[in-house]
Antibody, heavy 126, light 108 residues
Framework: QVQLVESGGGVVQPGRSLRLSCAAS????????FHWVRQAPGKGLEWVAI????????YYADSVKGRFTISRDNSKNTLYLQVDSLRAEDTAVYYC???????????????????WGKGTTVTVSS | DIVMTQSPATLSVSPGERATLSCRAS??????LAWYQQKPGQAPRLLIY???SRATGIPARFSGSGSGTEFTLTISSLQSEDFALYYC??????????FGQGTRLEIK
């Protein structure tokens, strides 16, 4: 079945780095764009980043621009989020999610999210 | 960025009754509006996209309406599994996409 499984979260000190991963299965990974969305404890959803099917287009929320990097390895059916210079306000559950735009030709995105992983928790604390 | 405002923050409804959740955009988002359901400890689930199209596997009791700046999610006859958090999301002016702050639907 269609599935996204995140990993790589943990407890980290301010200023340090983590790499989050999202393993996809049950569908053709390399034809879809993907997002990262986060949710701070007890708070709402915050969009973080998006990457096109081929990695040629990447966009970020202002709150993470310059510190986070989204990438993908289509040979491994895996999405990544490199999170650097972590701050306390980055503490959240990080979800990967699929964008439903399906194409192997045009790096377009629909910008809503039709399949979600269960999330991985990042805690930034000294 | 477009600000999405959901109302009410909490809605108390009895099982079997109708629930109506509202979402307002700070500027027009056309019909580029999605609704998600989130249960405690779970990931969000897509319910509605394009303001009124049900996602795959979503029961017919869920319906969306609206365009421009005013949107509504209606659950026609509440089942026990429908009590959850609901978020709207605009994807017209992007990036970034923006979410509302959520409406908690609780049992009356």
């Amino acid at each position: 079945q269609v599935q996204l499984v995140e990993s790589g979260g943990g407890v980290v000190q301010p200023g340090r780095s983590l790499r989050l991963s999202c393993a996809a299965s049950g569908f053709t990974f390399n034809y879809y764009p993907f997002h990262w969305v986060r949710q701070a404890p007890g708070k709402g959803l915050e969009w973080v980043a998006i990457i096109s099917y081929d990695g040629s287009k990447r966009y970020y929320a202002d709150s993470v621009k310059g510190r986070f990097t989204i990438s993908r390895d289509n040979s491994k059916n895996t999405l990544y989020l490199q999170v650097d210079s972590l701050r306390a306000e980055d503490t959240a559950v990080y979800y990967c999610a699929r964008d439903p735009y399906y194409s192997s030709f045009y790096p377009q995105m629909d910008y809503y999210l039709d399949v979600w992983g269960k999330g991985t928790t990042v805690t930034v604390s000294s | 960025d477009i600000v999405m405002t959901q109302s009410p923050a909490t809605l108390s409804v009895s099982p079997g009754e109708r629930a109506t959740l509202s979402c307002r955009a700070s500027q027009s988002v056309s019909s580029n509006l999605a609704w998600y359901q989130q249960k405690p400890g779970q990931a969000p689930r897509l319910l509605i996209y394009g303001a009124s199209s049900r996602a795959t596997g979503i029961p017919a009791r869920f319906s969306g309406s609206g365009s421009g700046t005013e949107f509504t999610l209606t659950i026609s006859s509440l089942q026990s599994e429908d009590f959850a958090l609901y978020y709207c999301q605009q994807y017209n002016n992007r990036p970034p996409v923006t979410f509302g702050q959520g409406t908690r639907l609780e049992i009356k």
